[in-house]
């Protein structure tokens, strides 16, 4: 439910910047629509058969664990971004990238000596597998996340060294699974919805370029175009259920935009991209009602 008080002063501001941010509101009110229209008559997942790629071994306090890193065309790719800039990224802490992955359920198997394992099956889009077998970096990154959200979900405790297997690309046998099925209803690019009208003098800070979109049916990005910042130093972030505020330093920009979506600002992550001079925003959303 949106706060009526901070819904009734961006109302306000949005009869003063006059037409532009009723498009803005518009365009995201009809996403939200879409969005909830997918999540009410679209199945929510979709069955799928990964292909086999590599095998490592691992152990945990249980024995030996073998993770079959496999591959499917139904599995989004990661956004497309050169080593160097993932590089930096990882190393400025960056929460903007991810690399979508399916965490399949454990089996039990029989290792060649006939002793019991316990195998996972983890896939990735099939494009960006084919990528990661001619780069050790994006292959080792892959392994490094898989075995975390294995981690996570199963709540184990996995040694982080690992071998691969030679001359054997998965451990028993890879299993169907289900994915939460592709709902994204794009959000138009609304940078140009805070540009100042020609000719208009502009007193005070910058509204940003701001770009938003779904990444998928729980979570809201956003990019803003800061070129006339070298890093976070002096940035201010407010994220509220459906609204966004940023401060810049020394009164450079300043953006308020209502989003008429339910965000998860407790889990909400942002970081400064240095080569791009963008703020990334990843906004996970909460639950529509029934």
């Keep these: 439910m949106a706060n009526p008080k901070l819904l009734g ?5 949005a009869e003063r910047m006059g037409a532009d941010s009723a498009r803005f509101e518009e365009l995201l009110l009809q996403a939200s629509k879409e969005l909830q229209q997918a999540q009410t008559t679209r199945p ?42 993932l590089l930096q990224m990882l190393e400025e802490d960056q929460a903007g990238f991810r690399i979508p992955m399916s965490l399949g359920e454990p089996h039990a198997e029989l290792d060649a000596r006939g002793q019991g394992c316990t195998a996972y099956d983890v896939a990735v889009n099939s494009d960006f597998y084919r990528r990661m077998q001619n780069s050790d970096f994006l292959r080792e990154l892959v392994i490094t996340i898989a075995r975390e959200g294995l981690e996570d979900k199963y709540h184990l405790q996995l040694n982080p060294e690992w071998r691969m297997m030679k001359n054997r690309p998965f451990m028993g046998s890879i299993s169907q699974q289900n994915i939460r099925s592709q709902q994204r209803p794009r959000i138009q690019e609304l940078g140009d919805l805070y540009t100042p009208a020609p000719g208009r003098a502009e007193s005070g800070p910058e509204k940003p370029h701001l770009n938003l979109w779904l990444e998928a049916p729980d979570l809201l990005l956003a990019e803003i175009d800061l070129p006339k910042l070298d890093g976070a130093l002096g940035l201010s972030l407010e994220i509220g259920e459906n609204r966004l505020v940023m401060g810049g330093p020394q009164q450079l920009y300043h953006l308020d935009a209502y989003i008429p979506l339910q965000i998860n600002s407790d889990e909400s992550k942002a970081a400064f991209h240095r080569k791009r001079k963008q703020l990334m925003v990843a906004m996970p959303l909460l639950p529509v009602p029934s």
């Design 9 to 13: 002063l961006e109302l306000s501001e």
């Design 44 to 85: 929510e997942s979709t069955q799928i058969q990964p292909q086999p790629g590599f095998c490592i071994k691992t152990n945990s306090s249980e024995g030996k664990v073998f993770i079959n890193i496999c591959h499917s065309l139904s599995i989004p790719p990661p956004a497309d971004v050169t080593e160097e800039e």
